[in-house]
């Protein structure tokens, strides 16, 4: 009988999709139906499951669109149809963010929740939470209550799962039914524990006390719920890790016990929090590694995936444990779940000896054409860091990197590849020829335009300083040839690189750059114009301006200032070095993306390039009356904090550097709930020879907000040893005792008080803003002409090489170059080499040659235009 | 080793899918405010992750941070996502739920057209199973047993006569009205 009405009904559709065609403006106009006076099930369905059809396949609709349609499914209600009623309450839940009013069936989802048919109840609180807020809460919370008790296991879970929802909005509210919560963590239902189990945790979270109790009952009980166990565990580990106790604490014993359970989710669950424990010792491990070893061998790949990621993530905290699964792992190389053979791969390679690295590389070798371009981006992260670790791999390392060059891939799987190579290079210098010779042989065959042109860039820095730069001119040279634009023009700059630096092929390059200037591109021309004349010079002070180490602004300003410039009348020659220079990324920038690397986790789209922090705050500064006129911001110094972070008043300082100023930005939090502030200002003692020229206070500061207050401060006049010094700073503002609740003032009078803060240092390293030089020496053969000092220290406190050359970096606040901060193992003399500029634009270059003794020994030479700049910082440092 | 523990809460599924054998959305869900906020981030997220599934059958997968399970019949797949660092076991129970509560809504007859055909109780079905990110039930059974199918849907022999009688009665109606 059905199957004769499906046929039938198969004809009308045409066999196909019945939902392929359905427009919005239709089903609007079909859902009037749902206005008739009797309801007829069988029509108003189909067309509100096409309506939520659409919803679901990302239609939007207007509020008014949604409004109407949302009061003609109200008019549904009359219908006893049990799926349509049950619809209905999905279309609520739909429309809830988009139409008005819709509040309007509040009542009948109360008859509806608290009525006799079962079949409504559950869903219809699902629905009504879904339509309240908080002020609405109050009268249907007797309702609520009796729900969560509710002996219908649907029910109760239903209530407890919108309770959890609401606190988002009315966590007061939810908070008084913690005593119906806990009722249901007693049912004998596995979902209403389950439920139960978090609704009460979240209430009771931020109650320590609480939550010790909550797992002490818990633990003894023993949950029927392999869910709610998980939670459990997941709770006690919380405990346990912000807890000092020991392991032989009972959570621990708990957690170890649910290594027995029946449940493979829960043994996986204990396994998992005991590995990732930091208190674990290696005895307590075993048998949750015995647990994740039996898992690698399960026939489910779910099982396999879960006990291979564990392994990846524990790999650096517990390689001699991870290490005894070695087996296992190996096994799983040939999974034939790509991604859990590539979890084991790089677990396999984050703990393998060094003696282990070519039977690993020759199994990776014969599966890495089958697995996905982003498995591959981790293997080579994975092959990144085992080259670091074994330098003297880098034979095998190489060969297999470059081999994975030639075979096909994306854009960013090649990229990481030709990055890796790269790093080796830097890290390795014996392996540079090789690599450089592989790079060469890439790009020959290069589909990838920016990639061609780093490593175009890359060849022009190194290529001149190999042995033979002679051989690399070719593979340049075939990309001007062969390649379009954008290639061409890199290449004619790595060839102006090697004309520049080796005087012998100068009169080849010439001519080479002679036929690039009949290219058909404006800019291959422009270039090869530009560097033909420099180079027909021969002056080398221009070549290291202009070829080797040209200025390096950020990109940003430069971009903002043209645009001012631009728009601006005037007929002054556009200033270059108003332009702030290109902030080097910071160290921890680095670390971070060395921390995420390894992680089996593509990361999501690209994020945007991040804007320096000068630039950052230049847009913030300038909105500020009295510091337009100070020019362009040179340097944005780290936040300082000047009080402990948990008292009354928090207080941090951001110190931006002008050529001849300076701004301090304190940025301050009240943390008291019952003051509000006004007129905040920083009152300073400055020291000798400074001038405080404005103080821009911050008029208001309710609880917990941040406010703003500047002084700006202009540098000691021609006396440069003073403009290091150290200040006093002192809070003051007028406090008014408010409402907690509120915010508003009891009166309109408030007193004035004042807040000590630390002392607050102007350093040499905020006056200096870092530069990377990339051919520190010819800059410095240049600065011959500028004023040179030297001078000897004995730094008896030190007591390595590398102790010296951080402590150095981090006093004078310039910026190591050619890989110099680097000092190689069991050497005891090392030259550092650094470049800055002073405020004011005037470049410093040091040279510190380092000896260890008893403590280290350092003899300084500073290079500057300017002799004052020079003698403060060979003053400075002694 | 930082933020490798689980913190504990009951939201535990970012997204539940069903697409078809050319990587269209039947039905999606997802729950998470931060994860795939518009459509348009959704629809690329979902093709992407049928280009890598639909070949190898290899039940789980990682894809832009998430935890993605999966299983497939005939022209449709079945996807369950979580965080990176969630308990797959409890991702794979949710994934076996939906695919059984299917199963049983369409009597063994997994296929995209009987998904269409009875796509409002599918619909209520995923309802049944998460709410805004929590699992409200991963007993296919007991789901089923809440979506209120309907008589006629049921299998002649597990009818009662009296249900029979009714749906004949109404089917006889119908043939007369028209």
Redesign the interface.
């Known amino acids: 009988m059905s199957s004769f009405k499906r046929d039938k009904k198969e004809e009308e559709d045409g066999g196909g999709n019945p939902f392929q065609n359905i427009e919005r403006t239709t089903v609007l106009q079909e859902a009037r139906i749902f206005n008739e006076t009797s309801v007829n099930p069988r029509k108003c369905t189909p067309v509100l499951t096409k309506l939520l059809y659409l919803l679901n396949q990302g239609e939007t609709l207007s509020v008014k669109e949604a409004t109407d349609v949302f009061f003609a499914m109200t008019k549904l209600f009359q219908s006893r149809d049990v799926i349509l009623r049950r619809m209905v309450y999905l279309g609520i839940k739909e429309l809830s963010a988009i139409a008005d009013d819709v509040i309007i069936v509040t009542s009948s989802l109360t008859k509806d929740m608290t009525g006799k048919e079962d079949m409504y109840r559950a869903a219809a609180i699902r629905a009504l939470c879904s339509i309240t807020d908080a002020t609405m809460l109050q009268a249907i919370e007797r309702y609520m209550k009796q729900a969560i008790v509710d002996r219908n296991p649907a029910v109760s879970s239903a209530a407890l799962v919108s309770s959890l929802h609401m606190t988002k909005f009315a966590p007061d509210v939810v908070k008084r039914w913690v005593n119906e919560a806990q009722e249901a963590v007693n049912s004998d239902n596995i979902m209403v524990q389950y439920h139960a189990l978090g609704l009460l945790y979240h209430i009771r979270k931020s109650d320590r006390l609480a939550v010790t109790k909550l797992v002490a009952k818990l633990t003894r009980m023993s949950l029927k719920s392999p869910y709610a166990v998980c939670m459990l565990i997941r709770i006690t580990a919380k405990l346990l890790e912000e807890d000092d106790a020991t392991n032989d604490s009972p959570y621990f014993e708990f957690i170890e016990s649910c290594l027995r359970h029946k449940s493979e989710m829960v043994m996986y669950e204990a396994a998992h929090a005991i590995v990732n424990l930091k208190r674990t010792t290696n005895r307590e491990l075993i048998p949750a590694i015995s647990i994740l070893q039996l898992m690698c061998g399960s026939s489910k790949p779910t099982l396999r995936f879960a006990a291979v990621r564990t392994f990846n993530q524990v790999a650096i905290s517990h390689p001699a444990a991870v290490a005894s699964c070695n087996l296992d792992l190996e096994n799983l190389i040939t999974d034939s779940n790509r991604s859990i053979a590539t979890l084991a791969i790089t677990t396999l390679l984050k703990t393998g000896a060094e003696s282990s690295v070519d039977r690993l590389m020759k199994q990776i070798a014969t599966f890495v054409s089958e697995i996905s371009d982003e498995f591959k981006v981790v293997v080579v992260q994975a092959i990144r860091a085992l080259a670091l670790k074994f330098p003297r791999k880098h034979g095998v390392l190489m060969n297999f990197l470059s081999a994975m060059l030639r075979d096909e891939g994306g854009l960013e799987y090649k990229a990481s590849i030709a990055d890796t190579i790269i790093t080796i290079i830097e890290d390795n210098p014996e392996t540079k020829e090789i690599g450089l010779a592989h790079l060469c042989e890439f790009i020959e065959d290069c589909e990838h335009i920016s990639l061609a042109v780093r490593i175009l860039h890359l060849l022009g820095k190194e290529g001149p300083k190999t042995k033979q730069p002679s051989r690399y001119i070719r593979f340049v040279y075939n990309r001007v040839i062969l390649e379009c634009p954008s290639i061409r023009a890199a290449a004619v700059s790595a060839m102006a690189q090697f004309g520049a630096s080796c005087p012998d092929l100068l009169e080849n390059i010439q001519v080479l750059l002679a036929r690039c200037q009949m290219d058909s591109d404006d800019e291959v021309r422009d270039r090869a114009t530009y560097y033909s004349s420099i180079l027909g010079t021969l002056d080398k002070s221009l070549y290291n301006s202009y070829i080797l180490d040209p200025p390096q602004v950020s990109v940003t300003s430069l971009e903002r200032l043209l645009k001012e410039y631009s728009h601006a009348d005037t007929r002054e020659p556009f200033d270059i070095k108003s332009v702030p220079l290109a902030a080097i990324p910071s160290p921890d920038e680095h670390e971070v993306k060395q921390k995420s690397e390894g992680m089996l986790v593509s990361q999501g789209p690209a994020k945007p390039a991040p804007v320096s922090r000068e630039e950052n705050y230049a847009e913030k500064l300038s909105a500020i009356p009295g510091i337009q006129t100070l020019g362009p911001l040179f340097r944005t110094s780290d936040v300082v904090e000047l009080t402990e972070s948990e008292t009354e008043y928090f207080v941090r300082c951001i110190k931006h550097c002008y050529s001849n100023h300076v701004v301090l930005q304190f940025d301050c939090l009240n943390t008291l709930s019952d003051q509000l502030l006004e007129n905040v200002r920083v009152q300073l003692e400055p020291s000798e020879g400074y001038e405080i020229l404005d103080e821009i206070p911050c008029p208001k500061l309710p609880y917990n907000e941040t406010g703003t207050t500047y002084v700006i401060l202009k540098f000691p006049e021609n006396d440069l040893p003073n403009s290091i010094g150290t200040f006093g700073a002192v809070l003051k503002f007028i406090v008014k005792d408010c409402d907690p609740t509120t915010g508003l003032p009891d009166t309109d009078e408030g007193y004035e008080d004042e807040y000590m803060l630390e002392d607050l240092e102007i350093t040499l390293g905020d006056q200096i803003q870092k530069i990377n030089k990339v051919n520190w020496a010819a800059a410095w053969e240049e600065a011959a002409s500028f004023i040179e000092m030297e001078d000897t220290y004995s730094l008896s406190s030190m007591n390595s090489l590398d102790e010296a050359v951080k402590n150095i970096i981090q006093f004078l606040g310039l910026q190591p170059a050619e890989r110099t901060d680097k000092v190689p193992e069991g050497k005891n003399i090392h030259t550092l080499l650094l470049a800055g500029q002073f405020r004011g634009g005037i470049d410093i270059l040091v040279r510190a040659k380092l000896a260890l003794s008893d403590g280290v020994t350092m003899q300084l030479t500073v290079r500057s235009p300017d002799d004052n700049v020079a003698e403060l910082i060979t003053s400075a440092v002694g | 080793?930082e933020g490798?523990?689980?913190?504990?809460?009951?939201y535990t599924v970012k997204g539940i899918a069903i697409l078809d054998n050319d990587g269209n959305?039947i039905?999606?869900?997802y729950y998470d405010k931060n994860v795939f906020p518009t459509?348009?981030e959704?629809?690329t997220f979902e093709k992407n992750l049928f280009n890598?599934t639909h070949r190898?059958n290899?039940?789980?997968?990682?894809?832009?941070?998430l935890t993605c399970?999966y299983r497939s019949n005939v022209d449709l797949f079945f996807y369950v996502m979580g965080s990176?660092h969630e308990?797959?076991?409890?991702l794979?129970?949710v994934l076996n739920c939906l695919y059984d509560s299917v199963s049983q809504i369409l009597r063994k007859n997994v296929e995209?057209?009987a998904v269409?055909?009875s796509?409002?109780?599918v619909?209520?079905a995923m309802?049944?199973i998460c709410?805004?990110g929590?699992?409200?039930?991963?007993?296919s059974s007991s789901v089923v047993s809440?979506?209120?199918l309907?008589n006629?849907d049921i299998p002649i022999g597990e009818q009662t006569v009296a249900q029979v009688f009714q749906?004949?009665k109404e089917?006889l109606k119908w043939s007369l009205l028209k």
């Open positions: 080793m490798s523990l689980l913190e504990p809460t009951l959305r039905l999606a869900k459509a348009k959704q629809r890598k190898a290899a039940e789980i997968i990682m894809l832009d941070g399970v990176s308990n797959e076991l409890i794979v129970s995209k057209r269409l055909e796509l409002d109780i619909m209520l309802d049944e709410d805004g929590i699992i409200i039930d991963a007993d809440r979506v209120a309907r006629d749906s004949a089917q």
